[in-house]
């Protein structure tokens, strides 16, 4: 939403808009309402807001393409109207202003999930490229976690330090998630994850989505400027494969789903550049020996399934 874009036209060379989710085949996709690390907590709230009235009118400008979706059950009643269901996130917990009523408020609006930080610590947490600050979570992430687990909202420690996730695993009662990202095992960048924190994740009922970003995917990325990419080569989808094979390989496939990261990235493994092309994954997936029913925990189930498990 931030992009200014119409997102009920068939915008061309973009990554996401209605019509293309139409075309994909698939039955819904989390909407992140993103918030600069550089705005002030007040400022985050509004512009968290602003997000939210834009995607709501752009919803229901569009009632005949998408609709909203909380849950498993709306999910299913969207899709049996031929609908695209959208769930909610919000990226980064600055802007709760630590207050439990904002938190209230975006759960009642319908977000179900909230990333603790982004790029750099915050009130809450440590980022994973951040400073520090507070070895994991602060007192006030450490209150929150509680009051997440109470209201019914999935953490999400994306971005967050290595310390801060194990944190956030000491305390929380319900399970998480781990919205997108790749394995460091297989690419050292600072917001992949360990097998010990995938493993400790995924043995809590939790799941960690895997990404399509370069610079998660691959050393040989280290550095990339996704703003300018001077022509290089993007990676094959098959680095994409490889990193949810590991993932499977340490969680288990109920631990595992995709995390793509569209719109929030300008660049993609290739061959996966917009979601309509996402039938890709999907066909790589199977030629690596995945089933059927394996490939749908990963694409949507296990992750359905941790919301339910918050209730």
Not at 18 to 38: D, E, N, Q
Request: aromatic fraction near 6%; hydrophobic fraction near 40%; charge should be negative.
């Amino acid at each position: 939403m931030i992009r200014g874009r119409d997102f009920g036209i068939d915008n061309p060379g973009v990554q996401v808009d209605f019509p293309k989710m139409l075309r994909s085949g698939i039955t819904g996709s989390f909407f992140a309402l993103y918030i600069p690390a550089r705005l002030s907590n007040e400022e985050a709230t509004a512009y968290a807001f602003a997000q939210l009235e834009e995607l709501k009118r752009q919803v229901a400008a569009n009632s005949d393409k998408v609709a909203f979706a909380t849950d498993r059950e709306s999910m299913l009643e969207n899709a049996s109207k031929g609908l695209v269901s959208i769930f909610i996130g919000l990226e980064n917990g600055s802007a709760l202003l630590g207050r439990r009523g904002v938190l209230e408020e975006l759960y009642a609006e319908g977000v179900r999930y909230v990333t603790l930080c982004h790029s750099e610590d915050n009130d809450i947490c440590d980022s994973c490229t951040g400073s520090g600050r507070w070895g994991g979570l602060s007192p006030l992430g450490r209150k929150l976690v509680g009051e997440m687990n109470e209201l019914g909202m999935v953490i999400d420690v994306a971005h967050t330090s290595n310390d801060t996730v194990r944190d956030v695993l000491g305390l929380s009662v319900k399970p998480i998630a781990y919205t997108h990202g790749c394995c460091s095992s297989l690419c050292s960048h600072k917001r992949n994850l360990p097998d010990d924190l995938i493993r400790g994740i995924s043995s809590r009922g939790g799941v960690v989505c895997m990404s399509i970003y370069p610079c998660f995917l691959s050393d040989d990325y280290a550095g990339f400027d996704d703003d300018n990419p001077d022509g290089r080569a993007m990676p094959e989808l098959a680095k994409v494969l490889d990193h949810i094979e590991h993932a499977v390989a340490v969680a288990g496939v109920e631990g595992v789903g995709f995390g793509t990261d569209y719109e929030g990235i300008n660049h993609t493994a290739k061959g996966l550049e917009s979601i309509e092309n996402f039938g890709l994954l999907v066909d790589g997936l199977k030629s690596r020996g995945f089933s059927a029913s394996e490939i749908a925990k990963m694409a949507s189930e296990n992750l359905l399934r941790v919301i339910s498990a918050q209730k």
